[in-house]
């Protein structure tokens, strides 16, 4: 095996960061670390080492030594694994000012027990505070959460349920908007589902034909897909309607 797992900060409150990696094909070692963002650290480095445009500056707990040691000397077990990919409820709690989300499939999951109770007749509801939570600790620290939803119209019994649903939502602080799609026609829409933090990662979400989720996220910072995810949302937030105010069709 060519790509090797070494190690992670071995007291990350969230088990999710810092890692280190090598590749032997390529004669590389990969850090994963937090991004430096200080202005007067960032022209420190650079008195020394021009930072390149293609090129970030992250930074390790010195905790990490040992780990970054194995990396360079090799000496590290081969067959490690980290903790498992980071969802998106982790990269909510990260996050430091700003998340959005765009949705534009008319159905997602429809075995889910709620959905099929509120087919039934029945309210619908179900606890949903381990979202709801979680975005309410975000929006306490000053973090915008935006919600768009691109769907047609008539709507589909999902996003019917999904609309009744939505007012928790907005309770734990998210900004909900709705777009029907004969209103987006003319605009370039995604192959896919979206989360993007911080306006610098993005997170693609894969559903399979039926609408379930298929857990396998993809996520970027590559600068061209992230401005195009940019451009992308605010066009549609910005002719998109407010929940308060949309009437399902």
């Known amino acids: 095996m060519a790509f ?18 090598v590749d032997d094909e390529a004669d590389r070692i990969f850090f994963q670390g937090k991004l430096v963002t200080d202005p007067v650290l960032l022209a420190k480095i650079a008195a020394h080492s021009p930072i390149g445009a293609d090129e970030v500056v992250v930074w390790h707990p010195g905790r990490m030594k040992p780990i970054i040691a194995e990396a ?10 980290g903790h498992g990919p980071t969802s998106i409820r982790d990269m909510i709690r990260g996050v430091r000012h700003s998340a959005v989300h765009l949705e534009t499939r008319d159905t997602y999951d429809p075995n889910h027990p ?7 007749g029945g309210l619908g509801r179900y606890d949903r505070s381990g979202w709801t939570d979680t975005v309410r600790e975000a929006v306490g620290r000053g973090v915008r959460i935006r919600r768009a939803r691109v769907v047609s ?42 989360w993007m933090f911080d306006g ?9 034909g039926a609408g379930v989720d298929t857990e396998a996220d993809q996520f970027t910072n590559d600068p061209d897909t992230v401005t195009r995810c940019t451009a992308m949302f605010e066009q549609i937030w910005e002719r998109a309607t407010p929940h308060e105010e949309y009437q399902p069709q």
């Not at 709620?114 to 039934?120: C, G, P």
């Not at 999902?158 to 602080?173: F, L, P, Q, S």
């Open 4 to 21: 090797h797992f070494v190690g992670m900060d071995p007291n990350s409150p969230d088990d999710k960061c810092c890692a280190v990696f």
């Open 72 to 81: 360079i000397a090799g000496t590290f077990e081969e067959g490690r694994v």
């Open 114 to 120: 709620a959905f099929q109770d509120f087919l039934a």
């Open 153 to 194: 119209e008539p709507i589909s019994d999902y996003i019917r349920w999904e609309h009744m649903i939505t007012d928790e939502n907005v309770k734990a602080g998210e900004e909900v908007r709705w777009l029907p799609r004969r209103r987006a026609f003319d605009l370039v829409l995604p192959g896919t589902d979206f």
């Open 200 to 208: 610098r990662v993005v997170c693609f979400n894969f559903n399979s």
